[in-house]
């Protein structure tokens, strides 16, 4: 700190007296962020070899020199430029050698003085300087000046432990108001532009009226910080306090052997609340239910539910998160030892991992929908998200929720009330962060006691869910964090608005091949595993695989397919437990030994040509199902029956087919007076199901149309499309589920509607190449493909499907 003059007895102030005479030359020390004022004691840290030369050249003179302020500290030798030209004469009067090399002066400011130009410049630079003289008389206005910057000073020196009491009583002895302002502003913590620009003003009244608005400006933080530093302060005693007599209560009760179990029990929970980081809101509520707690009598009926209530809160996780891990290819290795296929789902998670490396404060965490037919692997792909990204998994199955407090949670009014299962599950997760799994949320219900579904919308709305409430928390509770994904195997029964909210990602059906793969990898181990075998006991042929893909299982999952291996792996263990001899490799001619004869034939498909009968494909539930269509001619007088369970969808389909044979009737060759004379039976097999639907259309009008010109329908061609009163084909949905299951069937051409052309980029590669897809417009693009060119007759027809 600097120090004011006359503060070292040794210094000789008559010998280093101000001389004012014209200009004069000195040796120049230019400081990189020092600012040297008048009258006043300062060190000087010397380091540059020019400067230190100009120091000694001082003493072995008059000990005078001049300092002057770089404009930029880093210049190593700066020019005239580079130099403020209002500088400070000073008088080196102690000089000191520092252990890093450097040299420390003692110096006492003289003088302003003007820089005017350089005389030398080596070995150290020599600067001519002209004095400028300061009036040191002081008027009224000058006067009332120095008693302002004094009474700031002087609050400033008491707010600010930095400052000693000695450079108040040092500024109450000036005199002189220039002198004044250069004291104050060499003990303020000034930035040196602020010091220059004091020393630079020549003028004693403005320079004090700078000082006293930099002086003002830090008073106001000075006391900011006072307030600060009380509130926090007072704080702190008020815990110490309560700390000191809660330990005093205790050690009195100890020793008069007094225990007061519901006291114990406060006190743990004021331990417990204090240790737990919430929200303000909640620490608030917290409290004050403490506080309730606290006051009222053990037998109070409402002590108990005043606990149970701040358990829920200490045990939420408010605060505790996992990191997500953001190495993406380790994610991708862990999704792809779990799973097989599912590329869309997978390249949706890395995607996301990718957004949260480049903006993991702007992103918003994805809520997913995994849709797609049972024993797909959506529920243990959630799983292995959740080990892929470093977060908790935790789940919860919507399938029968009929009441909206098992989303929300009951009032505290209600006896025996709890939070939803939202909320216990998250404090069942641990974390604010994990992955939450709503399975089977198209199976929610809706009855008297509310709609869930219109509780999930604040939950999977990222705009609401940063503020979820529960009836019983009665509080904010942040899901914003959380990780959702839901699970459905038909989106039809979910509320638009909740769809809307939800990013569908379809989980399709597995091809025979990707059945293999993921059985070889993935269902055989662990069935061995699961009865006691090992690998080396029990092996399956690829062809045994195939075998039970085929004949045993007819799904798009594969959950049937490991029931068949599990089957299996429980005979072989029976027959090792007996000490019995036991195969150790499965062929596919063994099957029907362990799993009966098969269930399904390896084409599903007519065997022949047939009249009246066309091959369609729908889609289900379960992924896909082929659907032949049957039609059948009889005397009549034009009547038109449907059965087969159809929906109202598909009976206006069937009309528009007929309406369509009969329009175009010349056209396709059929007689006008057929539709009279006869009455038309449409029937669609497996009437137990219910069937509905436009895509049906095409082949309800090809069966129709092969019964009335007794042209056959190729066996191995399905077709799906809607069809208009016009003859065009409209076209479908579920386009991918269709071409499976034509492929399971062993179909060989299926025909699409032409602008179904785009869905195929969502067709396994090899479905494409096993299947010959023929696109249409129109009926007539259909009909020659799907019927044979010339009409049987019927006896011919009957005993070429006998043979």
């Given amino acids: 700190m600097p120090f004011v003059e006359g503060e070292l007895d040794s210094f000789d102030l008559d010998r280093v007296s101000v001389r004012p005479h014209g ?15 008048p009258r006043i004691l300062s060190p000087l840290f010397v380091g540059r070899d020019q400067s230190m030369r100009a120091v000694e050249a001082a003493l072995n003179a008059d000990s005078r020199l001049v300092v002057a302020t770089q404009r930029d500290p880093s210049v190593e030798n700066p020019s005239l430029d580079d130099l403020h030209p209002i500088a400070t004469q000073v008088v080196v009067s102690r000089i000191l050698r520092m252990p890093d090399g450097t040299t420390s002066i003692l110096a006492q400011g003289q ?34 000046l120095m008693r302002a910057v004094l009474a700031l ?19 109450m002895n000036v005199n002189e108001p220039g002198w004044l302002a250069d004291m104050v502003a060499s003990v303020r913590d000034l930035e040196v532009e602020q010091r220059q620009r004091i020393l630079s003003t ?18 106001e933080v000075l006391e900011l910080e006072n307030q600060i530093q009380s509130q926090v302060q007072q704080e702190v005693d008020k815990g110490q306090r309560e700390y000191y007599l809660r330990e005093q209560m205790r050690i009195i009760q100890s020793e008069l052997g007094e225990f007061d179990s519901q006291l114990s029990e406060v006190n743990e929970l004021r331990e417990k609340l204090d240790q737990v980081e919430m929200p303000e809101e909640v620490r608030a509520k917290a409290n004050r239910e403490f506080s309730r707690l606290s006051t009222m009598p053990s037998i109070a009926p409402e002590v108990g539910i005043i606990r149970t209530y701040l358990d829920w809160l200490i045990e939420l996780p408010w605060t505790k998160k996992t990191e997500d891990s953001k190495d993406i290819r380790h994610v991708s290795r862990v999704l792809d030892a779990n799973h097989y296929g599912l ?96 399975d089977e949320i198209d199976k929610v219900g809706i009855d008297f006691r509310g ?35 839901t699970t459905a195997n038909i989106l039809d029964p979910i509320p638009p608005a909740l769809g809307d909210r939800m990013e569908v990602i379809h989980f399709p059906g597995y091809i025979e091949e990707e059945k293999v793969q993921i059985a070889r990898q993935f269902l055989i181990p662990r069935q061995l595993e699961e009865h006691g075998l090992t690998d080396k006991e029990l092996q399956f042929s690829s062809e045994a695989i195939r075998g039970m893909v085929r004949e045993y299982t007819y799904e798009a999952g594969v959950r049937n397919l490991e029931r068949a291996i599990g089957r299996i792996c429980r005979k072989i263990t029976r027959r090792l437990a007996e000490n019995k001899r036991a195969p150790r490799h499965i062929a596919r001619n063994a099957l029907h030994r362990y799993l009966g004869p098969p269930q399904f034939t390896e084409s599903l498909a007519q065997e022949a040509d047939e009249v009246g009968v066309a091959i369609g494909i729908a889609w289900t539930e379960g992924g896909g199902d082929l659907m032949p269509v049957e039609v059948s001619l009889m005397e009549g007088k034009g009547n038109l029956t449907l059965t087969g369970q159809l929906g109202e969808v598909m009976q206006e389909s069937a009309q528009a087919a007929l309406s369509y044979a009969r329009a175009y009737a010349s056209e396709l060759g059929i ?36 019964a009335l010109t007794h042209r056959p329908v190729r066996h191995e061609v399905s077709m799906t499309g809607e069809i208009t009163l016009r003859g065009r084909v409209l076209p479908v949905g579920g386009l991918k589920e269709k071409c499976m299951v034509a492929h399971r069937a062993g179909i060989k051409t299926i025909i699409i509607p032409r602008r179904n052309q785009k869905d195929l980029v969502k067709i396994p590669k090899k479905i494409q190449r096993d299947l010959n897809f023929v696109f249409v417009d129109r009926m007539d693009d259909l009909l020659p493909v799907a019927l044979a060119p010339e009409p049987v007759k019927p006896h011919r027809l009957a005993k070429k499907v006998r043979g």
């Fill in 23 to 37: 200009p004069s030359d000195y040796p120049l020390l230019p400081a990189r962020d020092t600012v040297i004022f």
């Fill in 153 to 171: 000073f002087e609050k400033c020196v008491q707010l600010d432990r930095n400052l000693p009491e000695d450079a108040y009583v040092a500024a």
């Fill in 343 to 438: 590329p869309e789902a997978k390249e949706r998670v890395l995607e996301h991992i990718a957004v949260h490396q480049r903006a993991a404060g702007k992103m918003r965490t994805p809520i997913l929908c995994f849709a797609g037919p049972p024993g797909t692997g959506k529920t243990s792909l959630g799983k292995s998200i959740a080990e892929a990204l470093g977060r908790r998994f935790v789940r919860v199955s919507l399938g029968g929720i009929r009441d909206e407090a098992e989303i929300r949670g009951h009032r505290r009014t209600y006896i025996g009330a709890m939070p939803g299962r939202i909320i216990q599950t998250m404090r069942r997760a641990g974390t604010i962060n994990p992955l939450f799994m709503l």
């Fill in 671 to 706: 007689k006008a007076d057929i539709f009279d004379q006869s009455d038309i039976h449409i029937h669609v097999p497996e009437g137990a199901i219910p069937k509905d639907g436009p895509s049906a259309g095409v082949t309800m009008a090809t069966a129709l149309i092969s």
């Fill in 111 to 144: 003088q302003r003085v003007e820089l005017i130009d350089f005389v030398q410049t080596t070995p150290f630079v020599r600067a001519q300087v002209r004095p400028l003289p300061e009036a040191r008389e002081v008027t009224l206005s000058t006067e009332a």
């Fill in 202 to 219: 020549l003028d004693s009244s403005v320079r004090l009226q700078s000082l006293s608005i930099i002086l003002a400006r830090r008073l």
């Fill in 451 to 485: 709609d869930p579904s219109a509780a999930l919308l604040e939950v999977l709305d990222p705009e609401q869910n940063y503020a979820f409430s529960d009836h019983y928390l009665d509080a904010p509770y942040d899901l914003s964090q959380v990780m959702f994904i």
